[in-house]
Nanobody
């Protein structure tokens, strides 16, 4: 069974920074795309950023220039550096991983970490 564990959420003032981490553990052959999503109260879950195994990235327009996704393949970990945070970034942030196992691709999600941007 594959597990994703997020860390790094918390309360921060507008304009501040946070760094989220998500470590993948368990039995799998390799990890393909990893990503971060978020869900604010009363809203649907939305894409924040993704990164392929080769390092290609994709960002939501709302976070471009402020957030940076990265990964450490040897540690099976994905990061999200969030700068210039705004109140509208407040949400539960989830990490996601697509991985190969037994010639099939699976998707797993973390449990989520709360990010609150408020003065």
């Amino acid at each position: 069974q594959v597990q994703l564990v997020e860390s790094g959420g918390g309360l921060v003032q507008p304009g501040g920074s946070l760094r989220l981490s998500c470590a993948v553990s368990g039995s799998f052959f390799s990890i393909n795309t990893m990503g971060w999503y978020r869900q604010a109260p009363g809203k649907e879950r939305e894409l924040v950023a993704t990164i392929t195994s080769g390092g290609s990235t994709n960002y939501a327009d709302s976070v471009k220039g402020r957030f940076t996704i990265s990964r450490h393949n040897a540690k099976n970990t994905v990061y999200l550096q969030m700068n210039s945070l705004k109140p509208e970034d407040t949400a539960v942030y989830y990490c996601n991983a697509n991985y190969w196992k037994a010639s099939s691709v699976f998707v797993s999600w973390g449990q989520g970490t709360q990010v609150t941007v408020s003065s």
